[in-house]
């Protein structure tokens, strides 16, 4: 009897996009034989999954999930081969399902999130099941989540799932999350961070890294002038302050109202509320990205 290794498994998975159990299960019937193992989950009805396996998937959609507390959330990338699929109902409701179980299971990872439970089976089990009933093939692509103590989370997808956004935000009294200032906010912000795909929420977050990065391709700019170091290192500052302003997204003009930016949106709404709102950090997914 062959030895049946984790790399063989993998592969028989790879090939067929098939449960990691019954990837195993059919390598030990075919003693260690990819080819036959193929065969035999053909046989056993994973014919499908196994005919489809290695077809582009390069449609799909984003779907999100916020727990009715608004304190979890996460969002899932699923892709599949054609934009018609991507707008089927049962392709979109899988994919909230995931979501759904990533909020309840907390995955580390895509393999822990395959392996974990879903109505019944694992997440994997019944991805290979849509793969037979709507007859193409898909993959769960990535996945993210968010949790908050002291605040709430607010989600958007636009396009049909082309992008979706997972903002978090923090204040101190529970009944700010309830109240309709906050909500429209939530929600404005979370469109914001579709339409205009910050880097980070505030500038402290800002990898060192990018700042010096950017900061070396403007310096290089200023040189270009001609003029003494000394302005040439304002000209640079007063660029990378330009940077800032568009790529934090508190920074940023709020593109419903170009007069403020979404720090002074968020001051409104603390005073409206009688509340500290802020800004934490938020996700976003694109699809195919």
């Known amino acids: 009897m062959a030895q049946i290794t984790a790399a063989?498994?993998?592969?028989?998975?790879e090939l067929t996009d098939s449960p990691m159990m019954e990837c195993k299960k059919a390598l030990v019937e075919a003693d260690g034989d990819i080819e036959a193992a193929v065969d035999i989950m053909r046989k056993n009805g994973l014919a499908a999954a196994a005919k489809k396996a290695g077809r582009a998937t390069n449609e799909g959609a984003v779907a999100a999930?916020?727990?009715?507390?608004?304190?979890?959330?996460?969002?899932?990338?699923?892709?599949?081969?054609?934009?018609?699929?991507?707008?089927?109902?049962?392709f979109t409701g899988f994919g909230t399902l995931v979501a759904q179980t990533v909020v309840a299971e907390q995955p580390a990872d895509l393999d822990a999130l395959l392996a974990s439970p879903l109505e019944g089976e694992t997440v994997e089990a019944a991805l290979t099941e849509l793969i037979h009933i709507i007859g193409e093939n898909m993959k769960i692509t990535r996945f993210a989540s968010r949790k908050t103590e002291a605040g709430a989370l607010s989600s958007y997808t636009h396009m049909g799932g082309k992008i979706g956004?997972?903002?978090?935000?923090?204040?101190?009294?529970?009944?700010?999350?309830?109240?309709?200032?906050?909500?429209?906010?939530?929600?404005?912000?979370?469109?914001?961070?579709?339409?205009?795909?910050?880097?980070?929420?505030?500038?402290?977050?800002?990898?060192?890294?990018?700042?010096?990065?950017?900061?070396?391709?403007?310096?290089?700019?200023?040189?270009?002038?001609?003029?003494?170091?000394?302005?040439?290192?304002?000209?640079?500052?007063?660029?990378?302050?330009?940077?800032?302003?568009?790529?934090?997204?508190?920074?940023?003009?709020f593109i419903k109202d170009t007069s403020i930016t979404v720090k002074e949106y968020a001051a409104q709404v603390s005073r409206a509320v009688d509340d500290t709102v802020t800004v934490v950090g938020f996700d976003r997914l694109t699809r195919g990205e």
């Open 65 to 90: 999930y916020i727990t009715q507390d608004g304190r979890s959330g996460a969002l899932v990338e699923v892709s599949c081969e054609t934009d018609f699929v991507a707008s089927n109902p049962k």
């Open 165 to 253: 956004v997972l903002a978090e935000f923090a204040f101190e009294k529970p009944e700010t999350a309830q109240t309709e200032a906050f909500q429209t906010f939530a929600h404005d912000v979370a469109m914001q961070i579709a339409a205009t795909a910050p880097i980070c929420a505030v500038r402290e977050d800002v990898p060192a890294e990018t700042v010096e990065h950017e900061k070396a391709i403007y310096m290089a700019q200023a040189a270009e002038s001609g003029k003494p170091e000394a302005i040439q290192e304002k000209m640079a500052i007063g660029r990378l302050e330009k940077f800032f302003k568009g790529s934090v997204l508190t920074e940023q003009e």
């Open 8 to 13: 063989m498994v993998k592969k028989l998975r």
